[in-house]
Antibody
Framework: QITLKESGPTLVKPTQTLTLTCTFS??????????VGWIRQPPGKALEWLAL???????RYSPSLKSRLTITKDTSKNQVVLTMTNMDPVDTATYYC????????????WGQGTLVTVSS | QSALTQPASVSGSPGQSITISCTGT?????????VSWYQQHPGKAPKLMIY???NRPSGVPDRFSGSKSGNTASLTISGLQAEDEADYYC???????????FGTGTKVTVL
């Protein structure tokens, strides 16, 4: 059974750096083809893909946010960490991590999401 | 990379069929058979309903079906039920550096 759970601060100040951790179980990020991605959703708005890290440490980022994002993995801890620098109120959103299947590019398991508010 | 275009809302009565469109470009929807659809109930995480245009994961009712023609993909819900009322998002793999692009989302209302 695959599960994922996001953790991190619920409130950050403008210009601060956000660090979110995705802790997962039921799969290994050392298995060929597997990936973990981050997707966010501002209140009342659509989903936006942010970043993805694969089993071989290949990393992909949304071009519009690439300069602010870093994704890393700790295979031994079953965790993936996303950092986003220079936070702004427009970054207020629910942040989800999700499992990317090794068979086809899509997200088949999602965490419950964590709401991050950016405010002074 | 712009978001895929979906109608803001679609509605239908119980038992009816509805179709949600998802329009992209030849660099995403039209270029790959890697369109997926997600259902999202209020306050909940998205749930994968369709992958690779028309394949259903285990446990998804067969009244959910997907198709694609050119740069437009579609999700059809047949025999609409009250629990189908939710937001639906399409997504596509893309050849651009974006890798993934989501749709603008469609709110499905069961009348």
């Amino acid at each position: 059974q695959i599960t994922l759970k996001e953790s991190g601060p619920t409130l950050v100040k403008p210009t601060q750096t956000l660090t979110l951790t995705c802790t997962f179980s039921g799969f290994s990020l050392s298995t060929s083809g597997v990936g973990v991605g981050w997707i966010r959703q501002p209140p009342g708005k659509a989903l936006e893909w942010l970043a993805l890290i694969y089993w071989d440490d290949d990393k992909r980022y949304s071009p519009s946010l690439k300069s602010r994002l870093t994704i890393t993995k700790d295979t031994s801890k079953n965790q993936v960490v996303l950092t986003m620098t220079n936070m702004d109120p427009v970054d207020t959103a629910t942040y989800y991590c999700a499992h990317s299947t090794p068979v086809t590019p899509c997200f088949d398991y999602w965490g419950q999401g964590t709401l991050v508010t950016v405010s002074s | 990379q712009s978001a895929l275009t979906q109608p803001a809302s679609v509605s239908g009565s119980p038992g009816q069929s509805i179709t949600i469109s998802c329009t992209g470009t030849s660099s995403d929807v039209g270029g790959y058979n890697y369109v997926s659809w997600y259902q999202q109930h209020p306050g909940k995480a998205p749930k994968l309903m369709i992958y690779e245009v028309s394949n259903r994961p285990s446990g998804v009712p067969d009244r959910f079906s997907g198709s694609k023609s050119g740069n437009t993909a579609s999700l059809t819900i047949s025999g609409l039920q009250a629990e189908d009322e939710a937001d639906y998002y399409c997504s596509s793999y893309t050849s651009s550096s974006t890798l993934y692009v989501f749709g603008t989302g469609t709110k499905v209302t069961v009348l």
